[in-house]
């Protein structure tokens, strides 16, 4: 049986030498233990004085027993709390005050490893948050911290109760919705992205609920080959941050 990473008291594993090395330099992480092995301990490449508490040296196979059955932990874990997240509100008063800002909304993506992947995206990219509906979506573990290879340290990760009242929130403080949707008329090249942009990503399978479609200020798509029906979610996210920054000549240095 597959072992609960979710503990009822709150708490769940991180594991991975880049989620680890990241929550350990994290000073909002609040970690309760911290098991290595003597070689996960060197790949960490940390200083004694980084270290919160006592890491516990183990062997590979105790940490295996702590984790999920193949969980790819490379000799580290912790078990910590979830981060504090900014409120959506506290999101919009500081990115309003920004010239330009970037966002990402993922409607139906319920793969921690591709919201994993696009939470890494979103960091490399400057993205401000990454947000998602509380009911049906992940939310932080250690299959999704993995994926992230420490992007959940950094990039703010906020799950909302009602979407199409988080998108007119957004709208109304001056940012423009702009779905993807593989049927829509216009690709991404033939639109000025707005200052002010959030991307609205849905799943591979379904793509965006019908509410979500509407709540959108336009439409656009990828011109991709006829023999593939859509894109990855967290290939699309790339794409859509990539071309962003490449119209507003983004300075991420």
């Given at each position: 049986?597959?072992?609960?990473?979710?503990?009822?008291?709150?708490?769940?594993?991180?594991?991975?030498?880049?989620?680890?090395?990241?929550?350990?330099?994290?000073?909002?992480?609040?970690?309760?233990?911290?098991?290595?092995?003597?070689?996960?301990?060197?790949?960490?490449?940390?200083?004694?004085?980084?270290?919160?508490?006592?890491?516990?040296?183990?062997?590979?196979?105790?940490?295996?027993?702590?984790?999920?059955?193949?969980?790819?932990?490379?000799?580290?874990?912790?078990?910590?709390?979830?981060l504090?997240?900014?409120?959506?509100?506290?999101?919009i008063?500081?990115?309003?005050?920004?010239?330009?800002?970037?966002?990402?909304?993922?409607?139906?993506?319920?793969?921690?490893?591709?919201?994993?992947?696009?939470?890494?995206?979103?960091?490399?990219?400057?993205?401000s948050?990454?947000?998602?509906?509380?009911?049906?979506?992940?939310?932080?573990?250690?299959?999704?911290?993995?994926?992230?290879?420490?992007?959940?340290?950094?990039?703010?990760?906020?799950?909302?109760?009602?979407l199409?009242?988080?998108?007119?929130?957004?709208?109304?403080?001056?940012?423009?919705?702009?779905?993807?949707?593989?049927?829509?008329?216009?690709?991404?090249?033939?639109?000025?992205?707005?200052?002010?942009?959030?991307?609205?990503?849905?799943?591979?399978g379904?793509?965006?609920?019908?509410?979500?479609?509407?709540?959108?200020?336009?439409?656009?798509?990828?011109?991709?080959?006829?023999?593939?029906?859509?894109?990855?979610?967290?290939n699309?996210?790339?794409?859509?941050?990539?071309?962003?920054?490449?119209?507003?000549?983004?300075?991420?240095?």
């Amino acid at each position: 049986m597959k072992k609960n990473t979710a503990p009822a008291d709150g708490n769940f594993w991180l594991y991975g030498i880049h989620a680890v090395k990241e929550a350990l330099e994290n000073p909002r992480r609040e970690i309760r233990e911290f098991w290595v092995t003597m070689e996960g301990l060197k790949s960490l490449q940390l200083e004694k004085s980084f270290l919160p508490l006592k890491p516990r040296i183990a062997q590979r196979q105790e940490i295996d027993r702590l984790l999920p059955s193949g969980s790819i932990h490379q000799g580290v874990a912790l078990k910590t709390k979830p981060l504090s997240q900014p409120t959506l509100d506290e999101l919009i008063e500081k990115e309003t005050k920004k010239e330009k800002s970037c966002l990402l909304i993922l409607d139906q993506v319920t793969d921690p490893h591709n919201v994993g992947a696009i939470l890494r995206s979103a960091a490399a990219f400057g993205c401000s948050a990454v947000i998602l509906p509380a009911s049906g979506t992940p939310s932080e573990s250690g299959a999704l911290a993995k994926s992230a290879c420490g992007a959940l340290e950094t990039v703010p990760f906020l799950h909302v109760i009602n979407l199409q009242r988080t998108m007119e929130k957004l709208q109304k403080a001056g940012f423009w919705c702009v779905g993807l949707d593989g049927k829509a008329e216009q690709t991404l090249s033939q639109i000025t992205l707005p200052d002010k942009t959030v991307f609205v990503l849905g799943s591979e399978g379904d793509g965006l609920r019908r509410l979500t479609l509407e709540s959108c200020d336009f439409l656009i798509k990828f011109p991709i080959s006829p023999k593939m029906e859509s894109l990855n979610v967290s290939n699309a996210a790339v794409l859509a941050l990539y071309e962003f920054n490449r119209i507003h000549q983004v300075n991420l240095s």
